[in-house]
Structures are given as structure tokens and as C-alpha cells.
């Protein structure tokens, strides 16, 4: 596709429900990067794919996140058990490779409000 | 200590004046730097990057690298209101501490007053 695509765009669900979210990536790159942004916070990196290579999971915040990037694209983060201080918008985006010189584009995001 | 640091604001500049956007970061090691945009409810978008010391130019944009002082800045000259958005340093760590995630700061909001 023409940029980074995130689905859904908005999902409420209920404290201690599961949520998928689906990101797809530029076509061609091989990085891709979930971030999650609080209300007028920065950028929290959660986890970092890299073609082949073992993930860099050092951002997740508990064990009820992971992440699993299948074929090399697409990629689901999946949050358990969702709690109300995981309300925040995901964002997920992506690079030719993780090389110094390549800019990351960014999704639109995937605004999570847990109630 | 953060690992980038910006002055959260909001800086509020009059329309046509100069916006200054510093930020520092603690990584000696850090190799790239990078200035997204971000409109409110919108994800960010990359203004510049830049890689060695010195100064670096596009349109009214110009980003400045002081490695040795770990500190980069964003000029914005000619200041228009479209330019208001929260601004945000965002870093790439060394290649020896294996992480190649930008680190992001929490951003610099900038008004631009008509």
C-alpha cells in the first residue's frame, strides 16, 4: 500500500478483555516499529521487528503484550486482560530497514479507550 | 535522566518571527537525529534529519547538530500559524547498544500566534 495502514482505527473495549491490533507495513520494508501514545504524552516504544531477526521486545510494558510479525509484513499487537491505563493511541510504523539514514513512516494510529 | 529531553511549552512565537525547538539527549553514541510534526489527533510526520554537526537547511527548516554538547535544535523562520503543532526530537541509539527503535522525546508544543 501507498503508507503504513492500521486497523482498527478506534476500539473501545471492556476492562479485562483482549484486543487485536493490525498494522501493515509499507511494501518493501523490512522494519516495523510499535510505539503507544498517552494523551499529550511522547512516543513509548514498545517492540521492534526486524526482517528475520529476533525481535527487540525491551519496550512491552507487561506480559500481557506481545507482538508477532508473520510472513515479514503484517504484524498484531495483542494486549490481554486490557487494563484502563492501556487506553492510548498505538502507532505502528515501519522502514526500508533499520539502517541509520532510512525515516520511519508512521500509521494513523489505532485509538484504544478500555472502559 | 530521560534519554531526550525537550522543553514540553507551549512556545508561542507572533507569525513571521523565528521558532527555536532544542532538545538533548544522553546517548554520546546516538548517530541519527530526527524533527516530526505532529497535528493534534494525527500521527507524526518527519520534518528533518540529520546525521553530523553543524547546520542543515530545508525551506524554512533548518535542524542543528552539536554532538560533542549532545543537543539538537529546530529553527523554523517565517513562522505561520499552520506551523503550530507539538514538535518532536526523536533519536536512534548507537549500533553497541543493539536497539535501532527511535527514542522520541515528549515533544515541544509550538503556538504561532496570527
Known amino acids: 500500500g501507498a503508507g503504513v495502514s492500521q486497523s482498527p482505527s478506534n476500539k473501545v473495549t471492556e476492562k479485562g478483555k483482549d484486543v487485536e491490533l493490525r498494522c501493515d507495513p509499507i511494501s518493501g520494508h523490512t522494519a516495523l516499529y510499535w510505539y503507544r501514545q498517552s494523551l499529550g504524552q511522547g512516543l513509548e516504544f514498545l517492540i521492534y521487528f526486524q526482517g528475520n531477526s529476533a525481535p527487540d521486545k525491551s519496550g512491552l510494558p507487561s506480559d500481557r503484550f506481545s507482538a508477532e510479525r508473520t510472513g515479514g509484513s503484517v504484524s498484531t499487537l495483542t494486549i490481554q486482560r486490557t487494563q484502563q491505563e492501556d487506553s492510548a493511541v498505538y502507532l505502528c510504523?515501519?522502514?526500508?530497514?533499520?539502517?541509520?539514514?532510512?525515516?520511519?513512516?508512521f500509521g494513523e494510529g489505532s485509538w484504544l479507550t478500555v472502559v | 535522566q530521560k534519554e531526550v529531553e525537550q522543553n514540553s511549552g507551549p512556545l508561542s512565537v507572533p507569525e513571521g518571527a523565528i521558532a527555536s525547538l532544542n532538545c538533548t539527549y544522553s546517548d554520546r553514541v546516538s548517530q541519527s537525529f530526527f524533527w516530526y510534526r505532529q497535528y493534534s489527533g494525527k500521527s507524526p510526520e518527519l520534518i528533518m534529519s540529520?546525521?553530523?554537526?553543524g547546520d542543515k537547511e530545508d525551506g524554512r527548516f533548518t535542524a542543528q547538530l552539536n554532538k560533542a554538547s549532545q543537543y539538537v535544535s529546530l529553527l523554523i523562520r517565517d513562522s505561520q500559524p499552520s506551523d503550530s503543532a507539538t514538535y518532536l526530537c526523536?533519536?536512534?541509539?548507537?549500533?553497541?547498544?543493539?536497539?535501532?527503535?527511535?527514542?522520541f522525546g515528549s515533544g515541544t508544543r509550538l503556538q504561532v500566534q496570527p
Open positions: 510504523a515501519s522502514s526500508k530497514d533499520s539502517s541509520s539514514g532510512n525515516t520511519i513512516y
Open positions: 526523536a533519536v536512534r541509539p548507537g549500533m553497541d547498544t543493539g536497539r535501532r527503535a527511535l527514542t
Open positions: 540529520i546525521y553530523s554537526n
